[in-house]
């Protein structure tokens, strides 16, 4: 039953493309070969980092379970009416879990999967720090995982408040 085409993509069998969403820890799947004129979303075939339009709406109609999200050169974007906890944050696509491959070699070594597992048990104040930082520097080193993400957040902050201390007390000196 389908095949795997990258660490983050599979195919259902049908031409039609399956990724992990982190939000509702569950495959969703984008019609791309339905046969039904305008019922597919167009891929830009790039199965490391994938971009598809228009967005994938899960649940319509049902506010408390509702995902909404575009997925943009492997970046998820969940949109304001998203019901779980990645509501208007931007976060990588994680690779598929483990279970979900039936080839060799394995794409997600034991350290991705436990970083999938850093990213969801974060507390808010983590996700938002991290979030903050990663869409800043996304582009400066793609390959990073989300604890390294996170890490760098948080010396940044404390960066900046040893600098604000240190011109605080560099003003009361001078002065
Ligand atoms: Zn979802």
Not at 18 to 37: D, E, F, Q, R, T
Not at 96 to 123: A, C, M, N, V, Y
Request: contains cysteine.
């Amino acid at each position: 039953m389908g095949k795997i085409l990258s660490k983050y993509l599979r195919d259902n069998g049908e031409g039609d493309l399956m990724h992990w969403c982190p939000g509702c820890n569950s495959l969703h799947i984008y019609a791309v070969n339905s046969g039904v004129p305008g019922k597919n979303w167009s891929f830009n075939g790039n199965v490391e980092k994938p971009s598809f339009s228009p967005s994938m709406l899960i649940n319509r109609g049902t506010p408390d379970k509702t995902c909404h999200y575009f997925l943009t050169d492997g970046v998820l974007q969940y949109c304001s009416d998203t019901a779980h906890h990645l509501k208007n944050q931007h976060v990588p696509l994680p690779p598929l879990p483990q279970w979900l491959r039936d080839t060799t070699p394995p794409f997600t070594t034991k350290e991705e999967q436990d970083d999938i597992d850093f990213l969801r048990d974060l507390s808010d104040e983590e996700r938002d720090l991290l979030t903050e930082y990663y869409e800043k520097h996304f582009k400066e080193a793609p390959g990073r995982t989300n604890r390294e993400w996170l890490e760098l957040a948080k010396a940044e902050r404390a960066d900046s408040w040893v600098d604000s201390t240190h011109q605080r007390i560099g003003k009361l000196d001078g002065g």
